[in-house]
């Protein structure tokens, strides 16, 4: 039983505020080892949170939240602040059903002004908080966390780019975890960042660029940039400067003692918007997670004591891999393709690409919209990128999709993870719209797989085809299990597969669904409904042939997918309506994902929920038929 006695005095941040100063180091102690012995049971992101465990104390310390507005960008470091922030109690049902988000989500809690998951909106949304303040003359601070892993995304600089213009009162916290974007931080470094931050130092800059104004222009202009250069060695603030911000750095983000004076001198800057440079250690406080802070930023159930995080049983390969592995097996072949990553090698696989091919991988950071152009230029030079994205992060890149590369009918091909639902991650994470926005577009050939031979071939179609733009979406988790062809063939394009004929019931599955589509067949035959089954494999273009005979030769279709509505199953209806065949008594259900955001759960139970599994299935067929049947007992599907 952990003994937490400051703690469990805190019950929200206001009494947080009535702590004194030295108090706040222990508490943050108490907080590391509630943390960890909270996601050592849920599993989730631990590193980030361990490293922000001081910051997120001098935070509510110094300001007035929920009233002063705090946004974390991303929200992974964001499980300290709710555990101060009244949801302590509900802390290990962090990602489960019926649990706490593992991001912000103002509909979870006031402390949570604004939902993230995706990187780089913290400035832009605190920015619209700063205006709306403005405007309603209202005084409350708005606060801005964001990581430098998300200050790599375009719209982080977007944001600051207008700043000053926008408004006075906004304060930025650079989270440096990472990255060496300045000198290192030390005691030196701490009193400058207290003496540029505080009144006398503020008042004397003031005063000298009065001074400045009226000196002769020679003058001026050397005292302009001794300013400048002097601020930029003393703090590597320069360029934030130019933006219009008051930099502060760097600040070691783990000692209290130099944070909360910082925070409160900043709290006092009315002139232009702050940017406070704080350094952390990713993984602070928890010895497993400050020697391996890759393998803590997310991790699995795990034992406090030995850091062991559990493992999974010995299965298939995931997805990920085979599509890491195929990639590797084409590249062998061909000297032209190359892999574009937007910061996610290895959640993408393509790690083992860059174990092999080091020189024909490339990481962009977290930018998606260059990562997709950047493809872009590279195909119309004759290379054959792979731009491997999860789809829900594809959807930043989606103008670039449609104007770099769609309208020039370049040949990049999309490599889209995580396409479907996604469990513990949620609504934010979930790859749902993918079908629906690619397929929209002239020229795109798109395709699904239904298991890991399939997806290896569609890796290969990718390389082989070079009219146009090509993609692939797969699954997150383990494959089935299949032995993969040594040379996986490419697959003709817009052509499905027949894997069960039947006389009465047409199911056609798009992707991953494949295997309960099959389920619900034997089901549905065991009842005495003859059905067949089709594995499309393509959205776009979808097999006019395959979709016309079955509609010609079945009472009932059904299309099966783990997408949004207006994807697949919108596309074969397109293509019917055409052919006249509901003219014909053909009775067709389209199975997609609910219109409505699926909050966290199994994916068992998510997909359940969508009546996309086996039972919901055969209880759509038979509902088409007309005939009685019972509803299958149902996990509840919830809001997001």
Known sequence: ML????????????????????????????????MIDAVSVTGGHLGAGLGVVELTLALHHVFDTPSDILIWDVGHQ??????????????????????????TKRAESVFDPFGAAHAATSISAALGFCVARDLKGASNHVIAVIGDGSMTAGMAYEAMNIAAASTKR????????????????GAMSNYFARLLSGRSFLSLRKAAKKMIEVWPQPLADAARKADEYARGMVQGGTFFEELGFHYIGVVDGHDLETLVPILHNASAIDHKPVLIHVRTQKGKGYAPAESAADKYHGVAKFNVITGEQQKAPAGPPSYTQVFGQSLVHEARKDSAIVAITAAMPSGTGLDIFQNEFPDRMFDVGIAEQHAVTFAAGLAADGMKPFAAIYSTFLQRGYDQVVHDVAIQRLPVRFAIDRAGLVGADGATHAGSFDIGFL???????LMGAADEVELARMVATCAAYDHGPSGVRYPRGEALGLDIPADPQPLEI??????????????????????????????????????????????????????GRLAR???????????????????????LAREGAFDKGLCIRTLTLPDRFQDQASPAAMVAAAGLDCEGIVSAALQALGLEVEAPPRMASFMA
Do not use: C, W
Request: charged share 25%.
């Open 170 to 185: 906004l304060i930025v916290i650079l989270n440096d975890n990472n990255m060496s974007i300045a000198p290192p931080v």
């Open 494 to 547: 817009g052509r499905g597969r027949i894997l069960r004929e039947g006389t009465k019931i047409a199911l056609v599955s798009f992707g991953s669904r494949l295997k309960d589509t099959l389920r619900a067949a034997d089901r549905l035959a065991a009842m005495g409904l003859s059905t067949s089954v089709a594995d499309a494999r393509f959205a776009k273009p979808i097999d006019e042939e395959l979709i």
């Open 439 to 445: 397929g929209a577009l002239p020229g795109f050939v």
């Open 78 to 103: 964001a499980y300290p602040h709710k555990i101060l922030t009244g949801r302590r109690d509900r802390i290990r049902t962090l990602r489960q059903e019926n649990g706490l988000s593992g991001f």
């Open 553 to 575: 030769e079945h009472e009932v279709m059904l299309t099966i997918e783990e997408g949004a509505v207006g994807g697949f199953g919108a596309f074969v209806l397109h293509f």
């Open 3 to 34: 003994e937490t006695p400051l703690l469990d005095t805190i019950q929200n941040t206001s009494d947080l505020r009535l702590l004194a100063r030295d108090q706040l180091a222990p508490l943050a102690e108490e907080v590391r080892a509630t």
